[in-house]
């Protein structure tokens, strides 16, 4: 066989063989997670300077991320738009989303402001976005790029709250954070805490682009593959609480004046969840008996149901259950592991 | 001097209120360069500790907001590294003609952190970090393949953990 015949044949059969590696290849498809999404740039004095850290002018730095960010999201039909605060300004009314559209309201942001007596109203900003807000149907992301840094004012948390409270279960807030001291930093996770639903956006992070697509996935469109996984992907809905540091003495199982103020945590957030029942579990290191270890948890674990109760707490969602060490989290040949096995932690049933 | 002084002291105290003197800068909170190069606090009474200011504007409350995120940051690494199931311990397993890789972990870098001032007892904070923990899974050819392969998470489970401090005693 010629030289000539011998590299066709080989490139056809490599060719073959790509075509065969792609037909196995898992098909994804994408679907939107939201109906609308807004991106909301805080233009304020503050975003006006440097972050130290990222080495550079905040609003810069934040109008460069949100148009990356739009280069990967998807056209899946969504309803878009883009506004500002501090002062408020839509830069693009919701309108059917592309690419070239949110990137021409970016572009007219302006990063070259006096700074100088330009405040950052976030609450009155937030306030302001609802008029856009209620035209919209259906889920919307707001995706916020701030430095949290809101210093006049009604309170941004107290607005955010209240659109949540005006939208259930149709909105979803997503911080991507500049803020470069406490009080901002405070501000963003406060808002971000309101709903389990929000993604954390770190602008450091989202400058590799790898995780920068995952953020899009994350917040925008949830991909169907056909891989074969051992389970669909699966969300529980409520949230486990560990009480961190209720340190009980050696062989203790009463409830102490230093444990009440986490208690007291706890009880809010039960008090606010909307699961059923929850089940209190008293787990121990794996020093000392399992019958010993066990009738400790279980004493611990009704004691906290006890405190619950008393201050109000309908008894009938609770179930105390002692695990003893039978149900170990971390590895119990460390002092650390050891440590951390010492908890209650209360889940839903 | 000190009429200077008090004349500076009633302008901030009205900044405020007014857009005119609420100039940015003024009001940034002045931070440590690092968690060493903060001062020791000094012992304070329950008064000092009251919120005088809304929540977005307290900076007593930002400042262990701070502190307990460091804390909070470094006690997730902990459990990641010491959790049964971690990625120190990634379990494979043969499946059909498959293998998969899964293990457990916290993701760091979406944790939220609350702080609050303890309603019954004003010398206390409590803290609060909100966290997903996710089972990752990886498929491939081989064990070493699925190890090494690029893992997708399986399960989400969202979870917080609360903690309390004693003014002053820090976070543990």
Redesign the interface.
Known sequence: MSMRKRLLSVAILSALAVLMLAAQAPAETMKPKVDNFILFVDHSGSMGMTNDALKGVKIKLAKELATKMNAEIPELGYQSGVSTFAPFATQLAPTKYTKPAVAGALSKIDTDYEIYGRNTPMGMGLMDLDAVLAKMSGKTALIMFTDGDSNYGTDPVAEAKALYAKYPDRLCIHVVSYADNARGKMVVDEIRAISRCSVVGDPAALGDNAALKKYVRDVFYDVVDDTPRSMAPVKKECETITLGNMNFGFDKFAITPEMEPALEQALAVLKDSSCKQFVIEGHTDSVGTVPYNQKLSERRAASVVRWLQAKGFDASRLVPKGMGKLAPKFDNKTDEGRALNRRVEIRSN | MHRTAFLLTFLLLLA?AS??L????F???P?AASPSARPELPALNAGHLQATA??????V???E??RF?QFATA?VQ??NA???GGRNSMQVHK?GR?Y?A?YKAIDE????????R????PN???G?V?YKEFVL?S?GQTAEACRRGTF?????????????S?HGGGW?
């Open positions: 405020p857009p005119v609420a100039v940015e800068p009001l940034t909170l931070e809304p929540m977005h504007m307290d900076s409350l930002a400042r907001h701070e995120a006690q902990r459990m010491t959790m049964l499946v498959l998969r899964t870098d979406t944790l939220v952190c609350q702080v609050r303890s309603d019954s007892n206390y904070f409590v609060s909100l899974e498929v997708e998470p399986v399960s989400e489970k969202s979870s917080r953990i609360i903690y309390s004693k543990n």
